[in-house]
């Protein structure tokens, strides 16, 4: 199983910034991929960022040019900072992962996507 730990949510004003971080943690032996997604009142879940072992990255039409999503492999760890935030942006925002979590690399690979538990973003205008 694999543990994904959110933080770095708040209340900030329209134009201001944010950093949130997700920590992966468990029976971990490699994560094939990591993003942040949100949901807002009332509306479906979205992809803001992602990022893919290879190093490539994706964004939401919405954020690019604002938002800079980051990852540490040493510490299983992703990373998105948020600037020049606009009351839209207001929303539950959740780490995903798909991580490999066989015991041994002899093994065959056991992959899962797993999600965390969320932490709201409110921009105020």
């Known amino acids: 199983q694999v543990q994904l730990v959110e933080s770095g949510g708040g209340l900030v004003q329209a134009g201001g910034s944010l950093r949130l971080s997700c920590a992966a943690s468990?029976?971990?032996?490699?994560?094939?991929?990591m993003g942040w997604y949100r949901q807002a009142p009332g509306k479906q879940r979205e992809l803001v960022a992602e990022?893919?072992?290879?190093?490539?990255?994706n964004y939401a039409d919405s954020v690019k040019g604002r938002f800079t999503i980051s990852r540490d492999f040493a510490k299983n760890t992703v990373y998105l900072e948020m600037n020049s935030l606009k009351p839209e942006d207001t929303a539950v925002y959740y780490c995903?992962?798909?991580?490999?979590?066989?015991?041994?690399?002899?093994?065959?690979?056991?992959?899962?996507?797993?999600w965390g538990q969320g932490t709201q973003v409110t921009v105020s205008s």
């Open positions: 995903k992962d798909r991580a490999d979590t066989r015991p041994v690399s002899t093994m065959p690979s056991r992959i899962s996507d797993y």
């Open positions: 990022v893919f072992s290879s190093g490539v990255t």
């Open positions: 468990g029976s971990i032996f490699s994560i094939n991929y």
